[in-house]
């Protein structure tokens, strides 16, 4: 089992900045990889952004790219997700999961107004 947890959401203008980060109740040995999805009101699940953990290797959406930057400690303990020049369509529930697991965390919402 693990446990996922979010922080670092809030209410931003447009153009600023947040950082969410997700820690795990424990090491993630065998979970290579791992990512943010964001869920908008009315909209379908998004994934934002994901890391391999082993290669360093990421991907994003094309509609965060160049502006936010996903990360994991060398200790597989925790991720981050460094948003900059949020836009209000930034708005949403995001959920950091593992890839290829039911594992996600309970969310923290991100409002950009504008």
């Known amino acids: 089992q693990v446990q996922l947890v979010e922080s670092g959401g809030g209410l931003v203008q447009a153009g600023g900045s947040l950082r969410l980060s997700c820690a795990a109740s424990?090491?993630?040995?065998?979970?290579?990889?791992m990512g943010w999805y964001r869920q908008a009101s009315g909209k379908q699940r998004e994934l934002v952004a994901d890391?391999?953990?082993?290669?360093?290797?990421?991907n994003y959406a094309d509609s965060v790219k160049g502006r936010f930057t996903i990360s994991a400690d060398n200790a597989k303990t925790t991720m981050y997700l460094q948003m900059n020049g949020l836009k209000p369509e930034d708005t949403g529930v995001y959920y950091c999961?593992?890839?290829?697991?039911?594992?996600r965390g309970q969310g923290t919402q991100v409002t950009v107004s504008s």
């Open positions: 890391i391999n953990t082993d290669t360093g290797r990421t």
């Open positions: 424990r090491r993630l040995s065998g979970f290579a990889i």
């Open positions: 999961i593992l890839g290829g697991t039911p594992y």
